[in-house]
């Protein structure tokens, strides 16, 4: 008897999920495309002249080609976005032609905004609607944005009329809202059936929506009456009813909940799903961990830069986008770190007759900035955790100053110690620890009032946060060690 094809063909090799093995593949792909570089190169100046030449050109293109292609091929559409947020415009671009259509879709919704702009740019219309066709409401929701009109209005027409109302609605919703990252497919039952009603209607389904851990208890017009954990459901008698084992002690999202609430929720419960009910109390949606996840990770890179004064860029795009980009702040951190100087040359007198304050008044600034830092970190980590109310401010700022008071005071028997060593002036010494007490308490100050500040009237509490630090205790700093050794030591 002889086996089939299908039988006699070696199982598939399963894709590792490994974020080395992604960067390998990077490193692999940066050397493949240098090689290709040098070769197609030398080959077109050696047959520069020949009739074949570009023959032997196109033969080389081909197989290098063929050779990139073997290798993304095999990764997950994660790693593969990975690689192409990792290449320059040109070799990301060479990259994205190589990737087979049917992965187009998954790569285009991992990739991070500012390349997925870039792809969509290589792509003709034709392409565009084969990868956005097949994606869900919500998916297709985060693209939108990025997608040619005639694109969107093409993929609408092949969706259903339930599917053409959830695209609306998810793209109606504000970009930092739970209803922007709700996902509308989910398992919904009625509260008098039994449990094996229940596993016969889940068995008849194709799959399992994603991340599903829990089946949602709705009545006939939707309102949702509890939900049902699939832990329950397989542990329970069969003919038990549904609303003698759902619970009805749950957390719900409203769609215009900001979507770092959701994801604080969820940290704090050890969600894994969440039910999305509109003002009538009606099931519309839920959110998963997997969208909560990445809400982390962007508050987190965002968070990041504005501490910076930056927003997000392509750190392969051209100069004149990161000049946009980093000069505004760049610029005023000038002016600050101006004022700062200024504020030195004002005690010219003072610094030339005791030299030695020149070398000391560095670390005085140093400090001041390095306590800020700390206490503004904790204050924005608080704020993006909901910690930080009216009540407990007042608190919160005299614990701060408190215990920025008691490091300051360690602190500054050293440094006293280390300009007593290197002046042997017991004066300069004592200016040192005052100077240096004062300018962390400055420097704590700045770190709870601008993040505080900026939170009050609805600005991102990170943005340009170090840059305003810097300044104040640079020229609070200069200020106040010179001034004090002006009125003490002359």
Not at 332 to 339: D, I, K, Q, V
Request: charged share 25%; proline share 4%.
């Amino acid at each position: 008897m002889t086996q089939s094809a299908a039988a006699q063909k070696p199982p598939a090799t399963p894709r590792r999920l490994d974020p080395e093995d992604a960067q390998t593949a990077l490193a692999e792909v940066q050397e493949r495309l240098r090689r290709q570089h040098l070769v197609e190169e030398l080959v077109h100046r050696q047959e520069e002249g020949d009739a074949k030449a570009p023959l032997v050109e196109d033969l080389v293109h081909r197989q290098h080609e063929a050779e990139l292609k073997t290798l993304v091929d095999g990764l997950h559409p994660a790693d593969i976005a990975f690689i192409l947020e990792s290449l320059p415009k040109d070799e990301r671009q060479a990259i994205w032609k190589l990737v087979s259509p049917e992965h187009d879709a998954d790569v285009l919704l991992e990739v991070e905004d500012w390349v997925r702009e870039s792809l969509i740019e290589a792509m003709d219309r034709q392409d565009l609607v084969a990868a956005t066709e097949s994606m869900d409401a919500d998916e297709l929701a985060d693209l939108a944005p990025d997608l040619p009109p005639d694109v969107v209005a093409e993929v609408q027409k092949g969706l259903t009329e339930e599917e053409r109302a959830q695209l609306l609605e998810a793209m109606g919703y504000p970009e930092d809202s739970v209803g922007a990252i709700m996902d509308f497919e989910m398992v919904r039952v009625r509260e008098d059936v039994t449990l094996e009603v229940v596993l016969r209607y889940l068995r008849r389904l194709h799959e399992l929506p994603d991340h599903t851990d829990q089946i949602f208890v709705v009545d006939r017009q939707d309102k949702l009456q509890g939900i049902l954990p699939l832990s329950r459901l397989l542990v329970s008698e069969p003919e038990t009813e549904v609303r003698a084992v759902m619970n009805s002690d749950f957390l719900t999202l409203n769609p215009l909940d900001s979507d770092a609430d959701a994801a604080g929720a969820f940290e704090r419960y050890d969600l894994v799903s969440a039910p999305v009910m509109d003002d009538q109390g009606r099931l519309i949606g839920r959110v998963t961990i997997a969208d909560v996840v990445d809400v982390m990770r962007e508050d987190s890179q965002e968070q990041a830069l504005s501490r910076a004064g930056l927003q997000e860029e392509d750190i392969f795009a051209p100069v004149s986008t990161a000049l946009r980009n980093r000069a505004p702040w760049l610029l005023f951190n000038l002016c600050t770190a101006a004022t700062a100087s200024f504020v030195a040359s004002q005690f010219e007198g003072t610094v030339s007759q005791i030299v030695i304050l020149a070398f000391l008044m560095s670390i005085v600034a140093g400090i001041g900035g390095n306590s800020g830092n700390q206490t503004m970190t904790l204050i924005i980590r608080a704020l993006a955790m909901g910690r930080i109310t009216g009540r407990n401010l007042w608190q919160l700022v005299k614990r701060e100053l408190f215990v920025t008071l008691l490091v300051g005071l360690c602190g500054s028997v050293v440094a006293a110690l280390f300009a007593w060593v290197i002046s042997h002036s017991v004066s300069i010494a004592l200016v040192m620890m005052a100077a240096m007490i004062c300018n962390m308490l400055v420097g704590a100050s700045v770190g709870v009032l601008v993040p505080m500040v900026r939170a009050r009237f609805g600005k991102d509490p990170a943005m340009g946060s170090s840059v305003l630090l810097t300044f104040a205790t640079d020229s609070l700093g200069f200020f106040i060690f010179l001034g004090l050794a002006t009125i003490f030591l002359l």
